[in-house]
């Protein structure tokens, strides 16, 4: 590819730990390869310099007032493509667990006595809840691998392979243990795919940072979780960690 | 019919590890599970085992396999690629070689599938009779609790001793050792490998109410019953759980995977299920089946009846493993298939 020829891209972060930014940092020496592919115009983490000429822009973070409103969309305006990366820019993420929280509880456990001088948005939003995404890499933090690959796809201009089936599959392949039969609940049944299983490979559980896939049959896990002796309570928390956007996007539908 | 000492048998097993001229994999545990597995020594090697997670079949059917890799530089240059790990593989139970006996035939079908084939030629496969009884399974029903061939080797615990049965020249090379102390069986140990084999038949928990070769007929007549297949759906995930744990399911996907020069990358397959939910998506965005209760439907179809019609096997060999690792529970081949039979003169 000429140099010329490749397009430029922007990072842009909202609420959110900028941790899948960081991820892109580590790639490290693949860092070198990427910019074969495309020119980076603005990424805070590792250049001083900043354009508003990009075509492809990166999202981070999910969107809580009307600043970044305002903000995201004059990006979507500035940019051909839009990426949204990592869980609180495609589901939500953590930000959305307060959206099933009473506000003004939320608010004073934030901002105390000053929450008066602070707008927020009662619901956390992911980016596609604002302005139209064209892709989105997920994941709590964003994979390495998969996010080149989104950005190779976006510069040859084919479609990425991004899974819509359970962490299961991953699961299986890995030969795991599943954590059902180790006396642990998980939510891999109802969470896409696309992490290699990481968090079960190591011995742990799914939580579900990659967000519920398309259609998943949630109300066959409540009844699981609860025949497996879990109490509603404990069930709603296994859904609200990264799925509470998600979960109210579908009951409006 | 041949007797090999337990002590003696582990001599050679490692021996075939320190040989090297093969990959030794066996049963391991697994946490509370078991899986096939490379051995570093003979100890590992559990052959008392239940059932393993996944079955053999992973050794000539990778999860994950390159088929051809390309590069762009000059031109497009491509070349086929097939990984062959030659492998002794032991702790094989009756219903997973009877499994292989069934892929051999559906790889080796019109085009013959070399990644398979060249895997499947280089391994040798020991085979073992069942100590223990998953839970699950009901190979007693399927016919597939013992088996006559399939084996290179077939290994019966005789307490202190195995009675190795020899089943092909492959599998009598490999005892063909100096160092290997054996000798033929006496007529009593012929007869309490029959009495043993006779005695598994009788420990299966599950089982089938009615002779398998009436499935492809029952599948038949129950196709249309929507009714059923949705209300047994009703909880399936949809995860392909049941699919990927399965000894003969064979689906496959296979997808291009760019290097991030876009100058070279490789063409991989990776199993796939009908029953997840893009499995039978075309271009154009049709689904063949969109609906949970089809796809879980075209399970037992493949199962009972359409694998029968082209193979002349029923092609579920009673492991048990996709109804022990549903987690819904809603994968057990006895409970649809008995419901079916029981319903069938309503």
Redesign the interface.
């Known amino acids: 590819m000429k140099p010329e020829e490749r397009p430029k891209a922007a990072f842009f972060d909202f609420a959110g730990c900028e941790g899948d930014q960081l991820q892109v940092a580590n790639l490290e020496e693949k860092i070198l390869d990427l910019l074969n592919i495309v020119e980076l115009v603005s990424f805070r983490e590792v250049m001083t310099e900043h354009s508003d000429d990009y075509d492809v822009a990166f999202i981070e973070g999910s969107i809580t007032d009307s600043h970044a409103e305002e903000r995201l969309k004059e990006i979507r305006n500035n940019a051909d493509i839009v990426v949204a990366i990592g869980a609180c820019a495609t589901i939500g993420g953590i930000n959305s667990i307060r959206n099933a929280q009473d506000f003004e509880k939320v608010q004073e456990r934030v901002y105390g006595d000053e929450r008066e001088h602070y707008e927020a948005w009662e619901k956390a939003k992911p980016a596609k809840a604002v302005v139209d995404v064209d892709y989105e890499v997920h994941g709590c933090p964003i994979d390495r691998e998969e996010f080149l690959h989104v950005v190779q796809s976006i510069v040859m201009g084919r479609e990425p392979n991004i899974p819509d089936y359970p962490v299961c599959v991953e699961c299986k392949l890995n030969e795991n243990v599943c954590a059902f039969e180790r006396d642990e609940f998980c939510v891999g049944p109802v969470t896409r795919a696309g992490c290699d299983s990481c968090c079960v490979n190591e011995g742990t559980i799914c939580w579900g940072c990659r967000g519920m896939i398309d259609n998943p049959n949630e109300e066959a896990h409540e009844e699981v979780l609860e025949e497996y002796g879990l109490t509603a309570e404990e069930v709603m928390k296994k859904f609200d960690l990264y799925f509470t956007w998600q979960k109210e996007a579908r009951e409006d539908e | 019919m041949k007797v090999i000492k337990k002590e003696d048998l582990e001599n050679f097993v490692d021996e075939l590890i320190a040989n090297n001229e093969k990959e030794v994999v066996g049963v391991k545990s697994?946490?509370?599970?078991y899986?096939f597995d490379k051995l570093e020594n003979a100890e590992e090697l559990e052959l008392d085992y239940d059932v393993t997670?996944?079955p053999p079949k992973k050794y000539f059917m990778p999860?994950?396999e390159t088929l051809v890799e390309y590069e762009t530089r000059e031109g497009i240059e491509m070349e086929a690629v097939n990984e062959v790990v030659p492998r002794i593989i032991i702790g094989i139970h009756p219903y997973d070689l009877e499994a292989i006996k069934q892929m051999d035939k559906v790889f080796a079908d019109s085009p013959e599938d070399d990644n398979y084939l060249e895997k499947r030629e280089k391994s040798v496969l020991i085979g073992v009779n069942m100590k223990q009884i998953s839970e699950w399974s009901f190979a007693g029903s399927m016919g597939t609790a013992t088996i006559e061939d399939g084996y290179d080797l077939m290994l019966t615990d005789l307490g202190d001793r195995y009675a190795v049965e020899i089943g092909t020249s492959k599998g009598r090379e490999l005892l063909e050792r100096e160092s290997l102390e054996m000798r033929d069986a006496e007529p009593e140990e012929v007869e309490e490998v029959e009495n043993i084999e006779e005695n598994i038949q009788n420990g299966f928990e599950k089982e089938l109410d009615f002779s398998p070769q009436n499935l492809p007929w029952l599948l038949a007549e129950n196709y249309g019953d929507e009714d059923f297949w949705e209300e047994n759906a009703?909880?399936?995930?949809?995860?392909?759980?049941c699919n990927?744990?399965c000894p003969t399911c064979y689906c496959f996907d296979v997808?291009d995977?760019?290097d991030?020069?876009?100058e070279e990358g490789e063409r991989m397959r990776?199993?796939d299920?009908c029953m997840?939910?893009?499995f039978a998506e075309v271009a154009g965005g049709e689904n063949f089946r969109e609906e949970?209760a089809e796809r879980y439907r075209h399970r037992y179809m493949r199962k009972g009846r359409y694998l029968y019609n082209r193979f002349g096997d029923i092609a579920c060999v009673g492991c048990g493993r996709c109804s022990s690792?549903c987690?819904?529970d809603i994968a057990d081949p006895t409970d649809i298939f008995n419901k079916l039979w029981s319903d069938k003169d309503e």
């Open positions: 697994k946490d509370s599970k899986v997670i996944l999860q994950r009703e909880d399936c995930y949809s995860c392909g759980t990927i744990v997808q995977f760019s991030i020069s876009l990776q199993w299920g997840l939910e893009a949970r690792q987690v819904p």
